[in-house]
């Protein structure tokens, strides 16, 4: 879902721009020593964290993994990946503990059994999709038991996790933003320091938010230039250079054609779930609640795919189309 960035670099806040260091993670940190020596605890062995534990594994950091779902382990194990039978034996004695797991509540649960565990000064990268909110309170509860933290949510679905090309959206210190960079170079194509703790996962909000207004405003120009006599090549001719074109249409166009590699073209399977695209347009309202900002469109988006969740069966939330046009009165097929 992410094109890769061209020369690879890696931007801090303040314009700053660190230039990746190497992809098999053999360079140096800004303290000089060798980021290989590093180990790493991870937690959350799912679609998203076993590919990129495996290329951790494959750039030669130590891993010690873990994950309760039988399925998840076999599949690391077949993938390289060092098993562990805990949490707390994946965390206990490791520079940096990273998780991937599915909500906010798992990932501070998970925070309160390794932070008393975890040796200290242990920094922990959580890259998980959460409010930013839990996001917040998960790094103090770190750094209030010795510990460091950093908010780092990807974009890039489980392609790019497979293919390290994820772009990673990080929040914390710059220190800390310097030690985990070669190991987020490692899994991904693009490394963003967005800010303090949190801000990481504002990005992938803001970002994700967006992305659905925009799935949902295209797919109804779509469907209207259908009933109008447009036909989608002719549309995506036009609007792909033309002041509405956007990474919706021309990198994920919603109906089969245009773009051959869209989701569409594949009854929208794989993708990016509709399922997921709910969650994360949840967390973008509640963040706009929570900080009083008026988002009628982000709220109306988030209601279309709560609804169209019900009846996605698995599908790309790109196949909102399909919802658009059911809708639509009048629709003669
Ligand atoms: N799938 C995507 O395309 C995608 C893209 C971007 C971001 N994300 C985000 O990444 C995160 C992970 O997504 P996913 O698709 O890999 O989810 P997933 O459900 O496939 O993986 C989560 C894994 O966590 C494991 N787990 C549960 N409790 C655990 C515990 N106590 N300790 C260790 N592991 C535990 C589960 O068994 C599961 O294997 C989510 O927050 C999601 O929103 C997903």
Known sequence: MVARNPD????????????????TGTGSDDSGGNVMSKTIGFLGLGHMGGPMAANLVKAGYEVHAYDPSAAAQEQAGKDGVALVETGVAAATGRDIVI????????????????LPVARPDTLFVDCSTIDVA?????????????HRALDAPVSGGVSGAAAGTLTFMV????????????????????????????VG???????????????IGLSEALVLGEKLGLSHQSFFDVVSTASGQSWALTTYCPVPGPVPTSPANNDYRPGFATALMNKDLGLAVD????????GRIGELAAEIYREFNETSDGRDFSAIVTEVRKRSSGWAT
């Not at 690879?8 to 992809?23: D, E, M």
């Not at 839990?134 to 750094?143: G, I, P, R, S, V």
């Not at 929040?171 to 949190?198: I, N, Q, S, Y």
């Open 134 to 146: 839990d996001a917040k309170a998960a790094a103090e509860a770190a750094t209030a038991a010795g």
């Open 201 to 215: 996962q504002a990005a992938k909000i803001c970002n994700n938010m967006l992305l659905g207004i925009s799935m």
């Open 8 to 23: 690879r670099c890696h931007h801090r806040p303040g314009g700053h721009v660190l230039r990746r260091t190497g992809r």
């Open 99 to 114: 998780t991937m797991l599915t909500n906010g509540k798992l990932v501070r649960d998970v925070y309160a059994e390794l």
């Open 171 to 198: 929040g914390g210190a710059d220190t800390d933003f310097a030690e985990a960079l070669p190991m987020l170079e490692v899994m991904g194509a693009k490394v963003v320091h967005c800010g303090g703790a949190g």
């Open 287 to 294: 963040a706009l609640r929570a900080n009083g900002v008026e």
